[in-house]
């Protein structure tokens, strides 16, 4: 694991910290430049560890 994407997985779980919605963090991340890939292995990764609350279903 190279040290930007750990930086990446530590910007999701600040902007999550600070009450941002994963919307709102993976819309800055691909304005940013980032790769829609490596943000969706960020997220799983961050997830995984515990960093970020896992999604959870919505009814309708």
């Known amino acids: 694991m190279n040290e930007d994407?750990?930086?990446l997985k530590c910007y999701i779980k600040y902007n999550f910290y600070y009450g941002h919605s994963a919307l709102e963090i993976k819309n800055a991340l691909l304005n940013a430049g980032w790769?829609?890939?490596i943000i969706g292995?960020?997220?799983n990764e961050?997830?995984?560890d515990n960093l970020i609350p896992k999604?959870?279903?919505t009814r309708h």
Do not use: G
Request: net charge neutral; no cysteine.
């Open 5 to 7: 994407f750990i930086e």
């Open 35 to 37: 790769d829609i890939k």
């Open 41 to 43: 292995q960020a997220f």
């Open 46 to 48: 961050a997830q995984k």
């Open 55 to 57: 999604p959870t279903a």
